[in-house]
T-cell receptor, first 117, second 114 residues
Framework: AQKVTQAQTEISVVEKEDVTLDCVYE???????LFWYKQPPSGELVFLIR??????QNEISGRYSWNFQKSTSSFNFTITASQVVDSAVYFC??????????????FGRGTSLIVHP | DGGITQSPKYLFRKEGQNVTLSCEQN?????MYWYRQDPGQGLRLIYY???????QKGDIAEGYSVSREKKESFPLTVTSAQKNPTAFYLC?????????????FGSGTRLTVV
């Protein structure tokens, strides 16, 4: 079973629409971290946000917002008024402690967002 | 500017050959990672290293080897034992083994078997 599930493989919207990317995770640890990364066509993953398991406050950064709900093990990402430059693959990741005490991130399969002009 | 440099950007390999992908960072990060990305598969962990001269297998280590002789460098060798090496390879680093401040990624190497 996947630890991080991004059920939406591809989403296509028209510019200025709002879009939500879903992320559901699975862990038995009480301490863990969640991330979102953006991968533009250039290939390099760009860090967007980090959230620890004890902080359920939602966060807004410009047109981006994140909704963390431990009750449903979800960490969804919303882009408001989407733009063509938002077109990319977005990855959700979970970082939990391994047996050696290290934190190793596990990534979802990604959601490809296409924003049409 | 600090960051991760991966080279080459594109690499072509003949069947049966070993090839080495370079990953260099000037961030003074202790931990480094190699991921493989295939369409629809997301990122899968190949190897990671938390300190110099130490590294651990990830989920798909078979057919790959690494070394960590210097803190700044974590090269990945794709051996002839890797039966399906065509993929996009990403190197990443983090401040330490217990760091959860995020991971910095390189721009990747696209390997194609010809």
């Amino acid at each position: 079973a996947q630890k991080v599930t991004q059920a939406q493989t591809e989403i296509s919207v028209v510019e200025k629409e709002d879009v939500t990317l879903d992320c559901v995770y699975e862990t038995r640890d009480t301490t863990y971290y969640l991330f979102w990364y953006k991968q533009p066509p250039s290939g390099e993953l760009v860090f967007l946000i980090r959230r620890n398991s004890f902080d359920e406050q939602n966060e807004i950064s410009g047109r981006y917002s994140w909704n963390f709900q431990k009750s449903t093990s979800s960490f969804n990402f919303t882009i408001t008024a989407s733009q063509v430059v938002d077109s990319a693959v977005y990855f959700c990741a979970l970082s939990e402690p391994s047996s050696g005490g290290s934190y190793i991130p596990t990534f979802g399969r990604g959601t490809s967002l296409i924003v049409h002009p | 500017d600090g960051g991760i440099t991966q080279s080459p950007k594109y690499l072509f390999r003949k069947e049966g050959q070993n090839v080495t992908l370079s990953c260099e960072q000037n961030l003074n990060h202790d931990a480094m990672y190699w991921y493989r990305q295939d369409p629809g598969q997301g990122l899968r962990l190949i190897y990671y290293s938390q300190i110099v001269n130490d590294f651990q297998k990830g989920d798909i280590a078979e057919g790959y080897s690494v070394s960590r002789e210097k803190k700044e460098s974590f090269p990945l060798t794709v051996t002839s034992a890797q039966k399906n090496p065509t993929a996009f390879y990403l190197c990443a680093s983090s401040i330490s083994r217990s760091s959860n401040y995020g991971y910095t990624f390189g721009s990747g190497t696209r390997l194609t078997v010809v």
